[in-house]
């Protein structure tokens, strides 16, 4: 195994972390602020105007293969450039490289007709639009997909979808115009992984309603937000389907795979700004007589929160390096793993970071609060821990079989 980082990417890594410092970060503040003045589910203009300035630098889609449209870095070689924007809640949009437009993406580029790429994949590509993936719902437990119930059902040229979604990542965006749905074409296929479809569906289509915004620990996330979504007979062209009836979870697995990869990454880069936060809090206050940070209980965090960083960087870059070497089938062993590892020691080192600010920890003072929501809620996302835990033991215990 090598985890060597190429030129190309170290370069990159380089470009990314020179364009954080002089636009991102000091502008962390502004944009926070830009979201809560007037109308919050409008786009943020600090953002829309540094997303103009790292496209005219080509710091634009770094996450697609080069036959797809990108740039055509490797798993391996894209990994860091996602812990670098992980570091800013703001970071990934700007590069247009955020979720759950950067799955749909590579979704529209590998699965999609020529028709439905040049109509929903260029304007996504070009930052023109913004997209939803819908697949969870609330009145079964997601965490298993065959379970997911809503209909897609061929009347004629058209497929008919009725349903109820939630955590429809994406939907509150005005720039919001097309959604991946996932639902069941076939129910009574003896095969349940058969029985699922994925479709494209125009925002604007007739008998789509947002019911609400699901705030994640209070936070609503605005102007992105996660939506419960109803689909009253909601009629899309019947060439909408993706690949063709029954393939939803061939479609679904090629898109969590490398999503899993940029959701940990990005954890890492959570989890560093968050031990850097911490470091700096402990030094600026004296408690009982001295610095905070002389305290050995903190001392022991601190050295324990690198410890963990390193190990999971390493982790992932395993598993980016696995996938790239036998494909991501074989690989899922892996990907389980950082699955369920990566949030975890980011939600611990954010905890830490959050008890060094003392009472401002849990305010949206310094960050450290939102930080632990968003983490929290990756241990959920893609997939429950307790999914990837199972699946991980399985797939250990078929090799002693």
């Known amino acids: ?9 170290l370069e990159m890594q380089e470009r990314i972390s020179a364009f954080m410092d002089k636009y991102v970060y000091p502008n962390e503040e502004k944009m926070s602020d830009e979201i809560a003045e007037g109308d919050r589910w409008q786009p943020i203009p600090t953002l829309e105007e540094l997303k103009k300035v790292a496209k005219s630098e080509g710091l634009w889609n770094f996450f697609l293969p080069e036959h797809e449209g990108g740039p055509g870095f490797t798993n391996l070689e894209y990994a860091p450039l996602c812990e670098i924007m992980g570091r800013s809640p703001f970071a990934s949009e700007i590069f247009n490289c955020s979720a759950p437009d950067t799955g749909n993406m590579e979704v529209l580029a ?5 028709e439905q790429q040049e109509r929903w994949l260029t304007p996504l590509l070009a930052g023109e639009i913004r997209s939803c993936f819908a697949m969870t719902e609330p009145e079964v437990a997601s965490s298993d997909a065959t379970n997911i119930q809503t209909r897609i059902e061929r009347d004629g040229d058209e497929y008919v979808i009725n349903g109820r979604k939630w955590w429809s990542s994406g939907i509150g965006d005005p720039r919001c115009k097309i959604l991946v749905l996932m639902g069941k074409t076939d129910p009574d296929n003896p095969d349940r992984y058969k029985q699922q479809s994925m479709i494209l569906v125009p925002r604007d289509t007739p008998g789509i309603t ?3 915004m699901l705030p994640v620990f209070g936070y609503d996330d605005a102007p992105h937000g996660h939506g419960e979504v109803i689909f009253d007979n909601v009629r899309v062209p019947a060439e909408n389907i993706l690949l063709g009836e029954g393939r939803g979870f061939e479609i679904a697995q090629g898109r969590l795979g490398p999503g899993r990869i940029h959701h940990c990454m990005r954890s890492i880069g959570v989890s560093e700004r968050a031990l850097e936060k911490m470091i700096k809090r402990l030094k600026s206050r004296v408690a009982f007589g001295k610095p905070v940070i ?7 965090r601190i050295a324990e929160s690198r410890i963990m960083i390193d190990q999971n960087r390493l982790y992932v870059y395993y598993a980016a390096w696995r996938m790239d070497t036998v494909g991501n089938k074989e690989a899922r062993r892996e990907i389980a793993g950082i699955k369920v590892s990566v949030p975890n020691i980011a939600c611990k080192i954010t905890d830490w970071a959050i008890q060094a600010h003392g009472g401002g920890g849990v305010t949206t003072d310094f960050g450290t609060a939102s930080m632990y929501a968003h983490q ?5 996302a893609d997939g429950p821990d307790e999914v990837h835990r199972d699946q991980l033991a399985r797939l250990e215990i078929r090799r002693w079989n």
């Open 1 to 9: 195994m090598e985890f060597i980082q190429t030129e190309r990417s």
């Open 110 to 114: 590998r699965y999609a007709t020529k």
């Open 210 to 212: 947002v019911k609400r």
């Open 294 to 300: 002389e305290q050995s209980v903190w001392k022991e």
């Open 376 to 380: 929290r809620t990756l241990r959920l």
